[in-house]
């Protein structure tokens, strides 16, 4: 998909596990096309389908009339007839633009938000637009339209990240940095251009080029919690992860930072509040609080997302990390892996698929 505005995006409103996490798809070695829904396999398409995305409460995709269709609730229905390029199913959300017209998918009904917005991005429960007409950014979140900034006549946003319930962004008009929390626009100071600052649930971190300090916004508190800048740093739900002016591995959560290594890691990436990592050839994640040793080695396949890690340890054994348990969840060889929220699914050749969930193989 193509999106003219630069945006992180993660999940809101609610935490992770207290999201859907029911569905998957796949097509089979007749490019027939399936969705898996609680247990329950059911065919859609007897031709091969385009592209498909999953979402949290509905699965959308093309078919092979290139018309753009929906599985929510057990039905399947078509939205339109055009070549839809730009669509995706989030965690909450859905959403899909064409023309400029952006239609969004809230518990399997469409409504159209704008009509004259080239330039947007959706994530999870929430979209953030530009109406190219009457000029104006804003935002729909929890079944409103907020309005951001108007009158931004020949001042076109460039610059946003969001995440969760929230929004960061450049004002076109004052170049403050703002944030949008909760319903609130706050307004966290003059900002230079030549910073950088992410966001991700309840959360947004940056540097200004001004002072060079590391600074969080963290529900609607602002952290000082470096005096220089981090050599990288990424956000999750309520999580930084960076790695400071001397090589140290860090971690700011719940208000505190906290020391994760005093080297730095080989790689690292947060998943909602899952943080991987390596440390001398060790992979590592921390989770709720506690770091954990799960390998003497970097596996060559994993995923991770919402409260699960999966991966392909070195007997080809599929291994899963939940809940700060770490155990084998299949014996079976398999080719390829893919994780749905917290739904596993293994291919095992020609695409032979089973699916984990809620403790059972189908």
């Known amino acids: 998909m193509k999106y003219i505005l630069i945006i992180i995006a993660g999940i809101t409103l609610l935490s992770p596990g207290c999201y859907s996490q029911h569905l998957a798809a796949y097509s089979d070695n007749m490019d027939r096309f399936y969705v898996f829904d609680r247990g329950r396999i059911t065919q859609l398409e007897h031709l091969k389908v385009q592209e498909f995305s999953v979402g949290g409460n509905c699965l959308l995709y093309k ?40 239609h969004i998918i809230e518990n399997g009904k469409v409504k159209t938000v704008n009509t004259h917005s080239l330039n947007y991005y959706a994530e999870d429960s929430l979209v953030a637009f530009y109406d190219d007409v009457q000029s104006f950014l804003a935002a729909y979140y929890k079944g409103r339209v907020f309005r951001l900034e108007d009158g931004l006549v020949g001042q076109r946003p460039t610059s946003f990240r969001c995440g969760d319930n929230i929004i960061s962004y450049i004002s076109s008009r004052t170049g403050d940095l703002m944030v949008f929390y909760q319903g609130r626009t706050y307004s966290l100071e003059p900002f ?128 899963v990390f939940r809940d700060g348990e770490n155990k084998v969840l299949t014996y079976d060889i398999v080719e390829d892996l893919e994780l749905y929220r917290d739904l596993i699914v293994t291919n095992k050749g020609l695409n032979n698929y089973n699916f984990y969930y809620k403790g059972k193989k189908y």
């Open 63 to 102: 078919d092979n009339r290139s018309r753009l269709k929906m599985y929510y609730n057990g039905e399947v229905s078509e939205l339109t007839v055009n070549n839809i390029s730009d669509f995706a199913a989030l965690d909450y959300l859905a959403v899909y633009s064409y023309a400029g017209i952006i």
């Open 192 to 319: 230079v251009s030549e910073g950088t600052f992410k966001a991700g649930k309840d959360i947004v971190a940056y540097v200004n080029a001004a002072d060079q300090q590391f600074k969080v916004f963290h529900r609607g508190e602002t952290f000082v919690i470096e005096s220089f800048p981090p050599v990288s740093y990424k956000t999750g739900d309520g999580i930084v992860a960076y790695v400071d002016n001397t090589d140290r591995f860090k971690l700011f959560y719940n208000g505190e930072v906290i020391d994760l290594s005093s080297v730095r890691p080989g790689f690292y990436d947060v998943k909602n509040s899952i943080v991987i990592f390596e440390e001398q050839g060790y992979f590592k994640t921390w989770y709720k609080g506690r770091l954990y040793d799960l390998e003497n080695y970097i596996p060559v396949k994993w995923r991770a997302e919402w409260n699960t890690i999966v991966y392909m340890d070195q007997n080809r054994n599929i291994r």
